[in-house]
């Protein structure tokens, strides 16, 4: 893909709605999981959403991420950190920062 090229909106939209479908889908991805793999989780996009909006408060973008109020999907499918987990995150979220 030519890098001057952008997707358009239409595109952008209807790939993030199939992206929260899928995240509410496969509920035994592990938010610490995904943020051990990719530096992001449900609510990092939840947290996106919120700012892009400007209206939205964070339970609200959170519940529209997880389907569900977030301490509800919390409650049933969130399980307890593994310190492996929560280092393999540390070295992930480390990632995001730009490079200096």
């Known amino acids: ?6 997707i358009s909106d239409a595109a952008a939209a209807a790939a ?3 992206l929260v479908a899928h995240l509410q889908h496969r509920h035994d991805a592990q938010n610490i999981d995904l943020m051990g793999l990719a ?4 609510n990092c996009l939840a947290d996106w959403v ?10 609200e973008a959170r519940e ?4 569900m109020p977030a301490a509800e999907w919390k ?10 987990q929560l280092q393999r995150m540390q070295e992930s979220v480390a990632k995001n920062a730009p490079s200096h």
């Open 75 to 84: 409650a049933k499918y969130q399980s307890e950190a593994t310190p492996e």
């Open 50 to 59: 919120m700012k892009a909006d400007g209206r939205l408060t964070k339970d």
């Open 39 to 42: 530096g992001f989780c449900r």
């Open 64 to 67: 529209m991420i997880h389907g």
């Open 16 to 18: 993030f709605r199939r």
């Open 1 to 6: 893909m030519q890098q001057d090229r952008q």
